[in-house]
C-alpha cells in the first residue's frame, strides 16, 4: 500500500498549488479519502474530506471557498486544489485513505506560503 502525495513548494500568498496524492496497493475507489495538514509545532489539522464516489465533499471552515478536493478514480489520485493561499496555510499536508478499520497515510508534501 502505497500514498504518494506531491506538488507542494513555495507559493508567494494570494498564490495557488495543486496538490496531487497517487495511490497503489489497494482499491482506491473503495475508500474514503481526506487531506490532513500540520503546520509546524502543532498537531494535525483536518482539512477536507471526500466521498468514495466524489460527490460528496467536506471542509474545514478556514479553507472554504479556496480549496477543492476532488479525486479521480480511473487514475487512483485524490487532488487538493489550493487557492488565494494565506501564511497560516504553511504546513505539511497529508493525504489519508480510511475504510473502517484500514487506513493509509501518505508522507507527506511541504506547502510554504510566503513572500
Known amino acids: 500500500v502505497q500514498l504518494v502525495e506531491s506538488g507542494g513548494g513555495l507559493v508567494q500568498p494570494g498564490g495557488s498549488l495543486r496538490l496531487s496524492c497517487a495511490a497503489s496497493g489497494f482499491t482506491f475507489s473503495s475508500y474514503y479519502m481526506s487531506w490532513v495538514r500540520q503546520a509546524p509545532g502543532k498537531g494535525l489539522e483536518w482539512v477536507s474530506d471526500?466521498?468514495?464516489?466524489?460527490?460528496?465533499?467536506y471542509y474545514a471552515d478556514f479553507v472554504k471557498g479556496r480549496f477543492t478536493i476532488s479525486r479521480d478514480n480511473a487514475k487512483n489520485t485524490l487532488y487538493l486544489q489550493m487557492n488565494s493561499l494565506k501564511s497560516e496555510d504553511t504546513a505539511v499536508y497529508y493525504c489519508?485513505?480510511?475504510?473502517?478499520?484500514?487506513?493509509?497515510w501518505g508522507q507527506g508534501t511541504q506547502v510554504t506560503v510566503s513572500s
Open positions: 489519508n485513505a480510511n475504510r473502517g478499520a484500514a487506513q493509509y
Open positions: 471526500i466521498n468514495s464516489g466524489g460527490r460528496i465533499t
